[in-house]
């Protein structure tokens, strides 16, 4: 099946036949369609903008980012299009705009919590790619948010959640307990990742509004390492591979396994390949314990792609019945306590983990889709901000423990650290003056 086909048919699929009476503003709108505005449009949010706009019944408004070239890739989809996406470069004035309807967001990690908050605020829906924060405390200003706005949908962008034999798999563990009753959740990211080197401070560039770029983080000198991609590897702006990519495999084995918060989570890694700029560890692996004799484990090599169970990235589940294995996509071998196949479901699309628009391909399009659909009414949101902050909150603890050396214990009511003053210094931030986020 070719790209084009998958896309349709994925579409289709998803969307339903039913994409023609849904409120938009508290009334019926004339044109009958979803309203997007897409932030952050260099990489991953190019893509993000071309799919939505593929979608039955929506349309791409506007674009925003703070960086020309960037704008440019935003544009590019919308070459031959009737109507091209307005540009607006701060977030702040495009949130003022009353005639759209959802924010997606892809800009880089330090703004996904408070261009989520602006957006909620000011009545619109929204969808915010993992990390849903830059630190602990922005995920639960986020669940906050939730209960502040209940008419307006915040969706993470932890596209699994939606992935149609994923679901399955999770009725069969869950309900079925076809492998038992499960006690491990193993997941890994590999890939080849390069040195970034030693970077040098230089001139902003005329074509970056280096001062909206960084937003809410303090300021920084420009260096010319930084962006478009580095930023991740930055403690100040970015999350480290576990909230890049580990975010979707925990996610997995937390939503499989049915579990919450943890009790006990433990990190040991570093920066291992290259001796460079690169803040957040290359290598690490994580572990989190639950009060119900439980446990996941996370393993990411960012520079050393040597696959696990023959896949660059995916999650096993065990069970006192048997084991479930995942490769990545919305794939799934079950096998019984004797390692003998049970089930086998394969995934059409190729899974490429070193791909830094969309590793999972047009598999995507279902989470978009559950999101456009839950704007109208016709479903309910996969991945509901609650539940992408408690995963994302494993991979913060993951990264408080590797950085500050500890164990930590945490309230299985809500995740956080106890008795450790030191280690909950990192629970949140300091914000650039003027740019704090709030709810």
Known sequence: MNRRKFIRNASLATAGVTILRFPVFGKQAPSNKVITAVMGVNSRGAYLAECFAKLPGVEVAYICDVEDTAIANGLKPFAEAARKPTVIKDIREL??????????????????????????????????????????????????????????????????????????????????????????????????????????????????????????????DYKDNLIHYNWHWFWHWGTAETCNNGTHEIDCCRWFMDLDYPTKVTSAGGRYAFQDDWETPDTQVATFEFGNKKSITWEGRSCNIFPVEGAGRGFAIYGDKGTLVNKGNDDYTIYGYDNKVIKAIKSDPGNDASNPVSASGNLDFYHFNNFIQSIRGEAKLTSPIDEGHKSNLLCHLANIAQRTGRTLHCDPKNGRILKDKAAMQLWGREYEKGWEPKV
């Open 95 to 220: 949130v003022n705009k009353k005639d759209f309807d959802a924010l997606v967001i892809a800009a880089p990690d330090h703004w996904h919590a408070p261009a989520t908050l602006l957006g909620v605020a000011h009545g619109k829906h929204v969808y915010v790619e993992k990390p849903c924060g830059h630190n602990a405390y922005e995920g639960e200003l986020l669940v906050q948010a939730m209960k502040k706005y209940p008419k307006q949908l915040i969706e993470m962008g932890n596209q699994r959640r939606s992935f149609p034999n994923l679901i399955e798999a999770v009725r069969l563990v869950k309900e079925e307990k076809i492998i038992g009753n499960t006690y491990l959740g193993k997941s890994w990211y590999a890939n080849n990742r390069k040195s970034i080197g030693v970077g040098n401070k230089v001139p902003v560039p005329s074509t970056l509004d280096f001062n909206l770029w960084q937003g809410p983080a303090p300021r920084r």
